[in-house]
């Protein structure tokens, strides 16, 4: 077998070109970086930081803890294989304790079928409005331009006035969703 015919590695090895270092709107440090196998336990600490609003708005429905939890759903997401879906943390650790903890979570999700991707975005209720859900979709977006993606979308519903003011700056175009309670926001790359 010749070099070109090498089959590429099924997991790709963790992308450090998008670890950064980001300062929140109140001037604390957050580190930007893609999710983990480590990150188990600093997931579970995330969601039990969630609000039922918070976890409405990204989920649409009411998803308990326990089942977002779920030790086979966190190993799906932390150990993502960086190709067909890439999740962004931004890590931030207590000066007082030391301890890290996860704070937002923006991840971008490939269609099998197209050469586009769906994105989402979660922020911890406490770091709410500190500028992370902006930035975590537009270092998301940047993957996806890296990775020559035509298209990017999100599925929000029609009351999350946070969500579409961030889409609108990002530059989405936003349209109804199939039914009266969701809107599609598209950007074309
Ligand atoms: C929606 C969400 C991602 C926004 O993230 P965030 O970090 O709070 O938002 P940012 O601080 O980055 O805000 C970006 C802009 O949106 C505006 N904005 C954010 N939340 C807002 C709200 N609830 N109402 C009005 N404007 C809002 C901010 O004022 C800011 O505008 P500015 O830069 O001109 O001041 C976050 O609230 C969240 O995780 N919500 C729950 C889950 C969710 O809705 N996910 C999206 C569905 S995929």
Redesign the pocket.
């Known amino acids: 077998m010749n070099f070109e015919e090498t089959p590429k590695p099924a997991i790709r090895p963790y992308p450090w070109q998008y670890v950064a270092q980001w300062k929140l709107k109140d001037g604390n440090d957050v580190t930007i970086r893609p999710i983990r196998p480590d990150d188990e336990p600093l997931m579970v600490t995330f969601h039990e930081s969630l609000s039922d609003r ?1 976890v409405y ?2 989920y649409f429905c009411s998803f308990s803890l326990s089942r977002r939890v779920a030790h086979e759903r966190l190993l799906k997401i932390c150990f993502g294989d960086y190709d067909r879906e890439m999740a962004l943390v931004a890590e931030r650790v207590e000066p007082d304790t030391g301890q890290r903890k996860i704070v937002a979570v923006g991840r971008l999700s490939k269609l099998r079928t197209r050469n586009e991707a769906e994105v ?4 911890s209720d406490q770091y ?8 975590l979709l537009r270092r998301v977006i940047e993957v996806a331009r890296d990775e020559k993606l035509s298209q990017v979308s ?1 599925e ?1 519903l029609t009351d ?4 579409q ?2 889409m609108r ?1 990002l530059g989405f175009r936003v349209r109804a969703g199939e039914d009266m309670t969701s809107l599609i926001a598209y950007l074309d790359l």
């Open positions: 918070s708005l990204r989402a975005v979660l922020v709410q409005k500190l500028g992370l859900g902006y930035e999100a929000m999350n006035i946070g969500m003011a961030i700056r």
